[in-house]
């Protein structure tokens, strides 16, 4: 929409959408100034950094493919090394948030340019947020530094994405706007771009669940993910992302499943304080409550429901609940141990949210 058009435009980021767009990389590349570019992944993305390294022609410079979950800093300082032999001055990150979080973590620490090729729904790229991890310790800045000049949404990446990540990466990217619609620090604006976001993913993961390769459906989707993106570096995020970053931090869970599991429980939860912020999102889903409209809609989708299929233990419940509650983020209804622990034994065993 225009609006999201302007708002992009005050960020100064390059953000375009479209079949194919990756075979523009090149362009790009000139476009920057640029003329040496190394190319990121993850070992399972190896062959896609191939094929945009050969794109690259002559401006590709080094293929690294080492990027892992959550951004370590020793994955970090490796590929810094590979970075300067080669002597790069422009950075291609082409994956999810994991690839596009190593493309951040580099760009932080030598100002290069970064093109960022999103595979995945989870808006990384969108986001001047950086978490990174040292010692089993996550931790997490914010800075301009690190927000990619160039995003390429090709819809033909993520036609790829297997369909059970496809539903998990689109709940969370959906958990962004949910959460900003009743962010302490929202405006009318951050709120129209959240329900862009919604509207998007709502509409359009239905129809690629239909059919994965339908290449609007899979644009439609990008679109909402760059929204939910957006808004998330623009807002606090509240308990649900709380919950996750705890649930991921210290019991090592799968980022999009967890985000796919506790949403309707931390929606639910919230509802009880910001039922009006939320009405909109409740509308959209067309249910009678905003928790229960995502629970069944998560479950139309085929996602993942409960916690306990991620490996975690009834028993490290009480733990999860006094981890996510020590330093709560701000959060429309009060946060207290014991509720939490019964948001969490209810998304454990996979019910209904409360
Ligand atoms: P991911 O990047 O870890 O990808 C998961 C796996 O799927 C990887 O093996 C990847 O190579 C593979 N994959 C990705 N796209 C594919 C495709 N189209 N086809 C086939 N395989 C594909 O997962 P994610 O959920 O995108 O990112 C999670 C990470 O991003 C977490 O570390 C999270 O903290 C971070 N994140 C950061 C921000 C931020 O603003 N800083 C926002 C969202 C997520």
């Not at 058009?5 to 640029?34: K, M, P, S």
């Not at 291609?92 to 960022?116: F, N, P, V, W």
């Not at 606090?236 to 090592?252: E, I, N, P, V, Y």
């Not at 067309?286 to 989708?301: V, W």
Request: net charge neutral; charged share 20%; hydrophobic share 45%.
């Amino acid at each position: 929409s225009a609006a999201l058009h302007d708002i992009n435009q005050t960020d100064g980021v390059r953000v375009r959408f479209g079949a194919g767009l990756r075979r523009e990389i090149g362009a790009e590349v000139d476009r920057l100034g640029a003329r040496r570019a190394l190319v990121l992944s993850t070992p399972q993305q190896c062959d896609l950094a191939l094929e945009v390294s050969k794109l690259l022609g002559g401006r590709a410079t080094g293929v690294y493919t080492k990027a892992a979950m959550h951004t370590p800093v020793a994955v970090t300082e490796d590929a810094l090394e590979h970075l300067k032999l080669a002597g790069a001055d422009c950075l291609i990150a082409i994956g999810g948030g994991s690839t596009i979080g190593l493309g951040k973590a580099l760009a932080y620490r030598t100002d290069l340019a970064q093109i960022a090729v999103p595979t995945t729904y989870a808006g990384s790229e969108a986001t001047p947020i950086l978490g990174q991890t040292e010692k089993g310790e996550k931790t997490t800045l914010s800075s301009s530094r690190v927000l990619p000049e160039v995003i390429l949404y090709d819809p033909e990446l993520v036609a790829t994405l297997p369909v059970g990540m496809t539903v998990t990466s689109g709940l969370n990217a959906l958990a962004h706007a949910a959460e900003a619609l009743y962010a302490e620090n929202r405006t009318p604006e951050t709120t129209r771009l959240a329900l862009d976001g919604i509207h998007a993913l709502i509409d359009g993961l239905p129809r690629v669940m239909d059919a994965p390769g339908n290449l609007d459906a899979r644009a439609v989707t990008q679109q909402g993910a760059w929204a939910c993106g957006t808004v998330l570096g623009r807002v606090g995020m509240a308990l649900h992302h709380k919950l996750c970053h705890t649930l991921g931090g210290s019991f090592d869970l799968p980022h999009a499943e967890t985000h796919a599991i506790i949403l309707p429980h931390a929606i639910a939860y919230n509802a009880r304080a910001a039922r009006r912020e939320l009405g909109p999102l409740t509308a959209a889903l067309g249910g009678e409550t905003p928790g229960m409209a995502l629970y069944d809609f998560a479950r139309s989708l085929g996602a993942p429901l409960a916690l306990r299929d991620l490996g975690i233990q009834k028993t490290d419940l009480d733990r999860a609940a006094a981890l996510a509650t020590q330093k709560p983020y701000p959060n429309p209804q009060p946060v207290t141990r014991e509720d939490v622990r019964a948001l969490l034994q209810a998304a454990w065993a996979g019910n209904a949210p409360a």
